[in-house]
């Protein structure tokens, strides 16, 4: 008897140091559903890869994805928030019932076009646009995360409403606070946003990062002739250099954790005319509301300065906003455990070989290749490290949100580059997802099953988030999206890149379109 007695609690102890079971009930069933759509997973992912679309012009990647939802019973407004490339897709199963909304990025980055597979800089189309981020891969996590709930939802006699939704224009931060001011959230409970990584993780707090104001300065000054008679011409050029002068002493002597950086994005016509408009396009980035608020008012003010100095005048445009992140504790508890469950992807040989070659050919800090161990789930660091940030920051303001970020990805890229696209449309990526949409999956069950969860992710954002600090919307009723942006890039490269689409009717993979095989280990070819 005491001998059974021991086993037993010896064979519980076990259990409990033990790597999970894996999930059960319904939790079990959506994952066997996620795995059964690991196949369409691909396709997305794949094919969002090939659209390569930028910001405000997410067009054939809008157009595919709502095609889909709405072929899978979900319900379509498209255009919201005066987006042409922004939608809605919702689905609702009896009456009542949580309302959870699931969103993902869509948009691409500028020159970093790459064919999926190769480990070295070999562009699709030379100079175009591509996924140099990753964002082709997260509405994969989501869409087949919503079927196998949805699935689930029927058999089960759940109710609750799903909504799907795109992060439009992200890179230029330019498409969350406007489906936030135009109420698209409007009685949602909670939203999961996802992310590319490269570890299946969650984080609740403030994040590393920072929060954003992107502002477009015009300066108008006179043109002249710029030998015959350069006294009478006003260069608005001038201004422009004199405020990224001023700036640029500026910067000693603000905090180390801001963010600013600027492009000349009109600098005049030819050097015989003087200037009469320029124009530079700023990000200030700071952690919170105030100190974004203050760098901006100190950007504005040397902008007057150098207009005073020059003799022109300026005008400023908000082009984009990101708040700082907050993202909801006991959401980010639940989803923690719910990753434990699913651990990360069982990757193969070649896909750690591969990733190992991709971080020799481009210098990556260390040549380990995937992530093996889960990232933990710690508390936030009081003072959060500085860096990028997301208009998440705007939704996870507005109601209870989590960023669940899945390892489709090679660690150790520089981001914001082709290297970043070389494993978007590889098995890497696509166990990446299948992995991420299992998480998210599991973390909808519980929103939709446990009020308890839903009442405590309310309690803490009202309570514990909202009490310090509180949204401040960076723009108002009069702001327009900046559509215009990138408009001239993607009317240039559209056809060029329409002819790499990927056709999954043809070909099982799009490396298999693309005739690369996979894994390629090659040193970067000698010039
Ligand atoms: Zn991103």
Redo the contacts with the bound molecule.
Sequence with gaps: MRKMLLTTALAMALASAAPSAGPSGLKAKVVAGVDARAKLAQVITDSVFSFSELGFHEDETSRYLTDLLEKNGFTVRRGVAGLPTGWVATWSHGSGGPVIALGS?IDGIPKASQKPGVPYHDPMVPGAPGHG???NSGQAVNIVAALAVKEQMEKANIPGTLMLWP?VA??LVAGKAFFVRDGVFKGVDAVIFT??SDNLSVTWGQPAGTGLVSVEYRFTGESAHSAGAPWRGRSALDAVELMDVGWNFKREHLRPEQRSHYVITDGGDQPNVVPSTAAVWYYFREQSFDRIKQLYATGNDMAEGAAKMTGTTVTRRILGTAAPQHFNKPMAEAAYANIRLVGLPAWSADDQAFARQVQKNIGAPEVKGLDTRLDELKAPDKEPKSG?S?DIGDVSWTLPTITIRYPANIPGLPGHNWANGIAMATPIAHKGVVAGSKAVAMTVVDLLTNPRLLAAAKGYFTSVQNKDQKYVPMIGAGDKPALELNAATMARFKPALAKFYYDPDRYPTYLDQLGIKYPMLVDTPKP
């Design positions: 990025d981020e990753g964002h992060g992200e890179e992310h590319v990028g997301d």
